[in-house]
């Protein structure tokens, strides 16, 4: 069961939850309580979020290329190129839009954990140097010869 997996990972499977616990022969239960835990990404789910972000990219770099092509079309009348222009300006303006709602969407989470680990390393410091000072303090007290002042 478990060469049966890897074989199935190596030949491109999608690496599934389900399929991950056979190859390495655990429960699948226990992977998905392992993944909740820690957070894991779906890599299906970044997959999907990564073809998005392309095809965002690619529509607007699409509707940039229509834009350089209606400011050098010397032909027509300027308002025709007045209301291209704005037609284009609309399209890229939603794109852009729709671009900022799924980065924040897949960024939320990798910002958010990022700044947890931040705050933590800070409370670790601040924890650290509390100990250190009623540990100073503590042989003040008690007169510790080993102690300056």
Do not use: F
């Not at 390495?24 to 990564?50: I, N, T, V």
């Not at 092509?69 to 209301?83: F, H, I, M, N, V």
Request: with cysteine; aromatic share 2%; glycine share 8%.
């Amino acid at each position: 069961m478990q060469w049966a997996a890897l074989r199935a990972l190596h030949e491109g499977a999608a690496p599934s939850l389900d399929l991950l616990a056979q190859a390495c022969g655990r429960s699948p239960a226990a992977m998905r309580k392992r993944a909740a835990s820690e957070g894991w990404r779906d890599a299906e789910a970044a997959m999907q979020l990564s073809n998005q972000e392309k095809r965002l990219r690619a529509l607007l770099d699409q509707q940039i290329g229509k834009a350089e092509a209606a400011g050098a079309d010397e032909a027509g009348s300027a308002s025709a190129d007045k209301a291209r222009m704005d037609a284009i300006a609309a399209v890229m303006r939603t794109l852009e839009k729709i671009g900022e709602i799924t980065r924040s969407d897949s960024g939320a989470k990798e910002n958010q954990t990022r700044r947890d680990e931040d705050v933590a390393a800070i409370l670790r410091r601040i924890d650290e140097r509390i100990v250190e000072l009623a540990i100073g303090y503590v042989r003040r007290l008690v007169g510790d010869p080993s102690e300056p002042g």
